[in-house]
């Protein structure tokens, strides 16, 4: 199993990024797919999870209402929109398969002027 993250990058507060993680080795239209990010000093972090049914979505408080999970079953992709973007965004994001112990090498989000 292989997830691989991108779209990660430099930005500047109040900005946008859109993130995505191929899938391959498993059958992404039964996975119920997770965004995580972690920073130096914090605890990894649950932000947004998308469930196979693709209608089952959850968000982090602190995410709610700027950043949208989707998913393309026919990509193997699930993407996480980022918007108005902050300073404490800043994070290395991964994605994982729920249930399972498969993750991605991450990618990483800094917002900074």
């Known amino acids: 199993v292989q997830l691989v993250e991108s779209g990660g990058g430099l930005v500047q507060p109040g900005g946008s990024l859109r993130l995505s993680c191929v899938v391959s080795?498993?059958?992404?239209?039964?996975?119920?797919m997770r965004w995580y990010r972690e920073s130096p000093g914090e605890e990894r972090e649950l932000i947004a999870g998308?469930?196979?049914?693709?209608?089952?979505?959850l968000y982090a408080d602190s995410v709610k209402g700027r950043f949208t999970i989707s998913r393309d079953d026919a990509k193997n992709t699930v993407y996480l929109q980022m918007n108005r973007l902050k300073p404490k965004d800043t994070a290395l994001y991964l994605c994982?398969?729920?249930?399972?112990?498969?993750w991605g090498q991450g990618t990483q989000v800094t917002v900074s002027s």
């Open positions: 080795g498993f059958t992404f239209a039964n996975a119920d």
């Open positions: 994982k398969v729920r249930y399972y112990n498969y």
């Open positions: 998308i469930n196979s049914d693709g209608e089952t979505i």
